[in-house]
């Protein structure tokens, strides 16, 4: 059994601990590089210590600077403090202040350019408004005056010339969701710029990925749970956490299903971090009704209809693996026929648009089929099916895994006689 965190209750040291940690360990940011400060309801900003390795952190490394100035720790409180404190004046809204250096984002930072959150319209929602500042010096006032600007005039996210990003929240929690969700988009642009040209949504389609229609369900009180639903559920914990590590998705992208025997089913909830999900917060669905106290996914009715239309499928995964959402956003074309072992896995891929994910799920369910398995979902997810959670995972795992090597192999056919690979 996993355990739910209750992030609100951590003391704040320990949250920078933990975040900073979850941030080195997913690439997002170097050794010294990076730093994350929360302000407490006394003033106290908590902040990451100066020259001391993100990757090993504890408790009593992290500095508490008062409001009169004075440093209660044995560290130095890190150089970008200043910065920190800028923008806590700037949005009194804002508790957590996080700074990092992702290595798409930063690369959007040396281009002076921002991403397109048009592109996947879920992250757009997430992310909130984005600017940019301009150059300065670490440490200087001209960056903390640079970044603060971009705060005051409402951005969440200030992305950093030449430098990195920087994320304001009201809780170091949410600072981090948007900060890897952005970092993810930020991915999936580069990726598919080498294989197309991007395409985003139109802007009259952006408000369907904010639907609520799923909100319509009635209350499930169940009367029990039984030993298969209670399997079932350790083992999509298990499986998402899984797909969290092998970077599958980001944070809150990921909608992962599995049919029970009596034909209901267990659905991950909407808009949480599925890198903490514990057992009980899944959410069971029987009948058109939805566990009593939680909110599922808002893909739950396009689950529900594949169910009904599809008795050989028992699991549904969607999510946001950055090389096959490349495919996604670009139209290209993507046909596993060139792995002769990949299409084994996936046979005939096929996609549905945008709108049709929101508009038309009864259509989008009557794609699958026993050739069908995996969904390209334009400017949204990938959706693999199959037997059983894991017989899904593996299509879900195979769809990335091969979109990564024809895409390497268009670069390399490309650089060697100027054709390409389909």
């Given at each position: 059994?996993?355990?739910?965190?209750?992030?609100?209750?951590?003391?704040?040291?320990?949250?920078?601990?933990?975040?900073?940690?979850?941030?080195?360990?997913?690439?997002?940011?170097?050794?010294?590089?990076?730093?994350?400060?929360?302000?407490?309801?006394?003033?106290?900003i908590w902040i990451t210590p100066s020259g001391v390795d993100k990757g090993a952190l504890t408790?009593?490394?992290?500095?508490?600077?008062?409001?009169?100035?004075?440093?209660?720790?044995?560290?130095?409180?890190?150089?970008?403090?200043?910065?920190?404190?800028?923008?806590?004046?700037?949005?009194?809204?804002?508790?957590?202040?996080?700074?990092?250096?992702?290595?798409?984002?930063?690369?959007?930072?040396?281009?002076?350019?921002?991403?397109?959150?048009?592109?996947?319209?879920?992250?757009?929602?997430?992310?909130?408004?984005?600017?940019?500042?301009?150059?300065?010096?670490?440490?200087?006032?001209?960056?903390?005056?640079?970044?603060?600007?971009?705060?005051?005039?409402?951005?969440?996210?200030?992305?950093?010339?030449?430098?990195?990003?920087?994320?304001?929240?009201?809780?170091l929690f949410d600072a981090f969701m948007k900060f890897e969700t952005l970092e993810n988009t930020?991915?999936?642009?580069?990726?598919?710029?080498?294989l197309g040209t991007p395409r985003p949504v139109a802007e009259s389609e952006i408000g369907l990925?904010?639907?609520?229609?799923?909100?319509?369900?009635?209350?499930?009180?169940?009367?029990?749970?039984?030993?298969?639903?209670?399997?079932?559920?350790?083992?999509?914990?298990?499986?998402?956490?899984?797909?969290?590590?092998?970077?599958?998705?980001?944070?809150?992208?990921?909608?992962?299903?599995?049919?029970?025997?009596?034909?209901?089913?267990?659905?991950?909830?909407?808009?949480?971090?599925?890198?903490?999900?514990?057992?009980?917060?899944?959410?069971?669905?029987?009948?058109?009704?939805?566990?009593?106290?939680?909110?599922?996914?808002?893909?739950?009715?396009?689950?529900?209809?594949?169910?009904?239309?599809?008795?050989?499928?028992?699991?549904?995964?969607?999510?946001?693996?950055?090389?096959?959402?490349?495919?996604?956003?670009?139209?290209?074309?993507?046909?596993?026929?060139?792995?002769?072992?990949?299409?084994?896995?996936?046979?005939?891929?096929?996609?549905?648009?945008?709108?049709?994910?929101?508009?038309?799920?009864?259509?989008?369910?009557?794609?699958?089929?026993?050739?069908?398995?995996?969904?390209?979902?334009?400017?949204?997810?990938?959706?693999?099916?199959?037997?059983?959670?894991?017989?899904?995972?593996?299509?879900?795992?195979?769809?990335?895994?091969?979109?990564?090597?024809?895409?390497?192999?268009?670069?390399?056919?490309?650089?060697?006689?100027?054709?390409?690979?389909?």
């Open positions: 059994m996993g355990f739910t965190v209750r992030f609100d209750l951590l003391h704040p040291a320990d949250q920078i601990v933990m975040m900073m940690g979850r941030i080195y360990k997913g690439g997002l940011t170097t050794t010294l590089g990076g730093n994350l400060s929360i302000l407490d309801d006394n003033g106290d408790r009593n490394d992290i500095c508490c600077v008062k409001p009169d100035a004075t440093v209660a720790s044995r560290h130095s409180p890190s150089v970008e403090l200043p910065f920190h404190a800028s923008v806590y004046r700037s949005r009194p809204d804002l508790r957590a202040v996080l700074h990092a250096h992702p290595p798409h984002l930063v690369a959007f930072s040396v281009a002076h350019r921002l991403p397109d959150m048009n592109l996947i319209p879920g992250a757009r929602h997430t992310c909130g408004v984005i600017s940019m500042s301009e150059y300065a010096l670490p440490g200087s006032k001209a960056l903390s005056d640079g970044i603060a600007a971009g705060f005051e005039k409402g951005a969440d996210i200030v992305i950093m010339q030449n430098h990195g990003v920087c994320v304001g929240a009201n809780s930020a991915a999936i642009e580069i990726i598919a710029g080498r990925a904010a639907t609520q229609d799923h909100l319509t369900m009635d209350d499930l009180i169940p009367d029990g749970h039984d030993p298969e639903e209670c399997a079932a559920r350790s083992d999509m914990i298990a499986l998402i956490r899984r797909s969290y590590r092998q970077r599958l998705f980001a944070g809150a992208q990921c909608t992962y299903s599995a049919r029970l025997s009596d034909g209901s089913f267990l659905i991950t909830p909407c808009g949480t971090d599925c890198a903490y999900l514990d057992e009980p917060e899944l959410v069971l669905i029987k009948n058109g009704k939805n566990e009593q106290g939680k909110v599922p996914s808002r893909y739950v009715k396009l689950h529900e209809l594949i169910y009904q239309n599809h008795p050989q499928i028992h699991s549904i995964l969607g999510a946001s693996p950055p090389h096959a959402m490349a495919f996604a956003v670009t139209g290209e074309p993507f046909d596993p026929r060139a792995i002769p072992e990949s299409y084994i896995n996936l046979q005939q891929v096929q996609r549905a648009s945008f709108s049709e994910m929101y508009l038309q799920p009864d259509l989008v369910a009557n794609i699958f089929s026993e050739r069908t398995s995996v969904l390209i979902c334009e400017n949204s997810q990938i959706l693999a099916t199959g037997s059983s959670p894991l017989h899904a995972f593996k299509r879900l795992e195979a769809a990335e895994t091969t979109a990564q090597s024809l895409l390497e192999a268009r670069s390399l056919v490309r650089r060697g006689d100027g054709s390409s690979v389909r």
